[in-house]
């Protein structure tokens, strides 16, 4: 009903055509997608229902997360392969490959040993053969390898004794490559180390190697033994004690970067490959290296980590995931939430994903109104 003769009731017209345009603007806006820097969660699980989905969904939460932790790893073997160290005694062990060098001395005249008018005799060096033996003088071959200094003088003298029983051996070692170390890299000096008793640890020879280099991030101490291979990040090993094994002859043992990392996207501080920081990061500890959600734009409710499992990895939901690709959603709006998420780990290779706020959008539209209001009342009062 017209008021005074205006067809908008108590509005007048400039008003009316105001109305107009903000339904026409709603109406352009609700068909066109406003731009973004991440999807909203709910468009990225969509169809997550439906018995064709590519992928399945998991909530994390406190009673989920002991469930996933037992699915098989993603991304690399699932724990850095280390043990204990054991010591041995103190003195060296001959291995095949040393030197040794043997002094006779004999103080009998016509001594089948010693030269005529001395009272010693001095072997040329001699390399422990592979059967860990060397030879000597009317003695033939004697083994001695596996024994240390100490124990293979006495071998030594024992066998002389039967021809010269007055006779005394001396016997040095220097350690062969059998019987030492080889760092190839990652150190200030990398090559071959000599180990001088069986207490000598992987600390000890990085200290006479110039130290782990600081120019490696997050580095990875490797260490190669008789066909298999150990790991353990550097800053573990030094921080236990327990961790500093000793080595063996024949080790090798290299210092690399650890190149484990998750991709972080959306709205976050960092959008960008991150590597790990430690052997273990949690939900938690990725949005931390992700420089936390964004205040303005980030759905508290919605940080997704997205994995691919093989196709052998699947299982019953239980012993395994049922599908290859899964999404697993976490809510930082409740305890159960925050909590599973200092629980849950994040694989290397996955992806962490800070969706949007659907508020933002909201917010974005409200914004653009006022804006395109503001605009049109300086154009009608101009």
């Not at 205006?6 to 609700?30: C, E, H, K, M, Q």
């Not at 090559?191 to 200290?207: C, E, H, K, M, Q």
């Not at 130290?211 to 066909?227: K, M, W, Y």
């Amino acid at each position: 009903m017209a008021i005074d003769g205006n067809p908008w009731g108590v509005l007048d017209v400039r008003t009316g055509r105001r109305f107009a345009g903000f339904i026409a603007i709603l109406v352009l806006l609700s068909a066109c997608s406003l731009p973004r820097g991440a999807a909203v969660d709910r468009e990225i699980l969509v169809g997550k229902d439906a018995r064709s989905s590519q992928f399945a969904v998991v909530e994390v939460t406190r009673d989920t997360t002991p469930i996933v932790s037992q699915w098989p790893a993603t991304g690399w073997s699932g724990e850095y392969r280390w043990f204990e160290a054991r010591r041995g005694p103190a003195s060296g062990i001959i291995r095949p490959g040393d030197t040794v060098k043997i002094v006779i001395w004999d103080n009998q005249e016509n001594s089948l040993i010693a030269a005529a008018g001395t009272k010693q005799t001095e072997l040329p060096p001699m390399e422990v053969g592979a059967a860990g033996e060397v030879f000597l003088p009317y003695m033939g071959k004697i083994k001695i390898s596996g024994m240390t200094q100490e124990g293979a003088r006495d071998r030594l003298q024992s066998a002389m004794s039967e021809i010269a029983p007055s006779a005394q051996v001396q016997l040095a070692v220097r350690p062969g490559h059998n019987n030492a170390v080889d760092v190839v890299s990652g150190v200030g000096q990398p090559g071959s180390v000599p180990l001088p008793d069986r207490n000598t640890t992987i600390l000890s020879v990085f200290a006479k190697t110039g130290g782990i280099s600081s120019q490696l991030r997050n580095p990875l101490v490797r260490l190669h033994r008789g066909g298999n291979t150990y790991e353990i990040r550097a800053d573990a090993l030094v921080a236990d004690a327990g961790k500093n094994v000793t080595l063996r002859g024949g080790d090798k043992v290299a210092v690399v970067e650890d190149d484990r990392s998750f991709t972080a996207f959306g709205a976050s501080g960092r959008e960008e490959i991150i590597y790990f920081q430690k052997e273990y990061m949690t939900a938690m500890d990725a949005i931390s290296a992700m420089g936390g959600l964004s205040d303005n734009r980030a759905n508290p409710r919605g940080v997704l980590v997205l994995r691919e499992y093989a196709k052998d990895q699947l299982g019953d939901g239980t012993t395994g995931p049922q599908k290859k690709k899964m999404v697993f959603t976490i809510n930082l709006t409740t305890a159960d939430g925050l909590f599973a998420a200092r629980n849950f780990h994040v694989n290397p290779e996955d992806t962490v994903v800070a969706t949007e706020s659907p508020v933002t959008a909201v917010e974005t539209v409200f914004d653009l109104i006022g804006s395109l209001v503001g605009l049109q009342n300086r154009i009608e009062d101009d």
